[in-house]
């Protein structure tokens, strides 16, 4: 079936790094235009990054930008996030997401496969 | 604070009729599509909506989306307890060049 699994997440302290992964199975994941999602403990969701499909288009939140970085491995089905810098403000779950599309215009916030989300902690 | 502004709460009986809004700007809702993601306890979200007004397959049409101006908003009629849950609405935004979500509504079933 279509899945999405999150993982990598853990305790971390401020300033330090985390690569979150994200395993797709269930359908042909080259093809889907992924984001990260997170919600931060009792908050309500914030768009993290987005990827096309093939890796060339690129957007990240102004929160993180400079710190975070997505990309994606089409060969192992794969979606990727590497978090430097961390901050305390950075604890939440984050959620991969994503849809079909391998049009020119792929980066709404058009998500109909999720993950369950795995937890970061930040924290000295 | 969200750029997509929603309620913090709503609420209806069964059966009832319930409206949540979703208020934006030009460079977001007035120029994009909305969508309206719908989060049970303790799980991931799940896409309810779709370009304004489009359901999914498997979203019963008891829920419908509308979109006019720099606002949108999410109807369901027919509350049953099953759709307590917390709703957000999400958007492009051109000036930003990124995604957008409302702060999200919290919908009792009472």
């Known amino acids: 079936q279509v899945q999405l699994v999150e993982s990598g997440g853990g305790v971390v302290q401020p300033g330090g790094s985390l690569r979150l992964s994200c395993s797709a199975s269930?359908?042909?994941?080259?093809?889907?235009?992924m984001h990260w999602v997170r919600q931060a403990p009792g908050k309500g969701l914030e768009w993290v990054a987005f990827?096309?499909?093939?890796?060339?288009?690129?957007y990240y939140a102004d929160s993180v930008k400079g710190r975070f970085t997505i990309s994606r491995d089409n060969s192992k089905n794969t979606l990727s996030l590497e978090m430097n810098t961390l901050r305390t403000e950075d604890t939440a779950v984050y959620y991969c997401?994503?849809?079909?599309?391998?049009?020119?215009?792929?980066?709404?916030?058009?998500?109909?496969?999720w993950g369950k989300g795995t937890t970061v902690i930040v924290s000295s | 604070q969200s750029v997509l502004t929603q309620p913090p709460s709503a609420s209806g009986t069964p059966g009832q009729r319930v409206t949540i809004s979703c208020s934006g700007s030009s460079s977001n809702i007035g120029s994009n599509y909305i969508y309206w993601y719908q989060q049970l306890p303790g799980t991931a979200p799940k896409l309810l909506m779709y370009?304004?007004?489009q359901r999914p397959s498997g979203v019963p049409d008891r829920f419908s989306g509308s979109n006019s101006g720099t606002s949108g908003s999410l109807a369901i009629s027919g509350l049953r307890s099953e759709d307590e849950a917390d709703y957000y609405c999400?958007?492009?935004?051109?000036?930003?060049?990124?995604?957008?979500f409302g702060g999200g509504t919290k919908l009792t079933v009472l």
């Open positions: 370009r304004n007004n």
């Open positions: 999400a958007a492009w935004d051109d000036r930003l060049s990124g995604v957008i």
């Open positions: 990827i096309g499909y093939d890796g060339s288009n690129r």
């Open positions: 269930g359908f042909t994941f080259s093809n889907y235009a």
């Open positions: 997401g994503g849809r079909s599309c391998t049009g020119a215009v792929c980066y709404g916030p058009y998500m109909d496969v």
